[in-house]
């Protein structure tokens, strides 16, 4: 079974299960991609798994996004501001900040990435 075969006639089921492997973003990735509408949930997520020096271009959303570390060290850009953050610590990016993120550590780098929208919606800026 599918993961999105968990939902029937767009109506969500009180509770879904779903797997990880079955939301990866590519099947050579390890950062799992959810968006929570079609599960009626207004928060969608990355669970980022990346190695050093990965990390996505500028962009930005039309709404918030939470940063939450929970492995390695990333260093979160906004413009000309830079942040390097851990474990310890929960980033906030408002609604239409322009930003990216790089992993900098020596290691891999888990992070949920919360978006505060049962969809993904991004303006990809140049970098």
Same mark, same amino acid.
């Given at each position: 079974?599918? =993961?999105?075969? @968990? *939902? %029937? +006639?767009? %109506? =969500?089921?009180?509770?879904?299960?779903?797997?990880?492997?079955?939301? #990866?973003? %590519?099947?050579?990735?390890? *950062?799992?991609?959810?968006? /929570?509408?079609? !599960?009626?949930?207004? #928060? @969608?997520? !990355?669970?980022?798994?990346?190695?050093?020096? =990965?990390?996505?271009?500028?962009?930005?959303?039309?709404?918030?996004?939470? !940063?939450?570390?929970? &492995?390695?060290?990333? #260093?979160?850009?906004?413009?000309?501001?830079? #942040?390097?953050? /851990?474990? &310890?610590?929960?980033?906030?990016? +408002?609604?239409?900040?322009?930003?990216? !993120? *790089?992993?900098?550590? *020596? /290691?891999?780098?888990?992070? =949920?990435?919360?978006?505060? @929208?049962?969809?993904?919606? %991004? &303006?990809?800026?140049?970098?």
């Amino acid at each position: 079974m599918a =993961a999105y075969e @968990s *939902t %029937t +006639g767009g %109506t =969500a089921r009180p509770i879904v299960v779903l797997k990880n492997r079955d939301l #990866l973003m %590519t099947p050579k990735s390890r *950062t799992v991609r959810f968006e /929570g509408r079609r !599960f009626d949930a207004e #928060l @969608s997520f !990355f669970l980022v798994d990346m190695d050093p020096g =990965a990390g996505p271009e500028p962009h930005r959303h039309p709404y918030a996004e939470v !940063f939450v570390p929970l &492995d390695g060290q990333v #260093l979160i850009r906004s413009g000309d501001d830079e #942040l390097e953050v /851990g474990s &310890d610590q929960i980033v906030v990016v +408002g609604r239409n900040v322009e930003h990216g !993120f *790089t992993n900098v550590g *020596t /290691g891999r780098l888990r992070m =949920a990435c919360l978006h505060a @929208s049962g969809e993904m919606i %991004t &303006d990809w800026l140049d970098g």
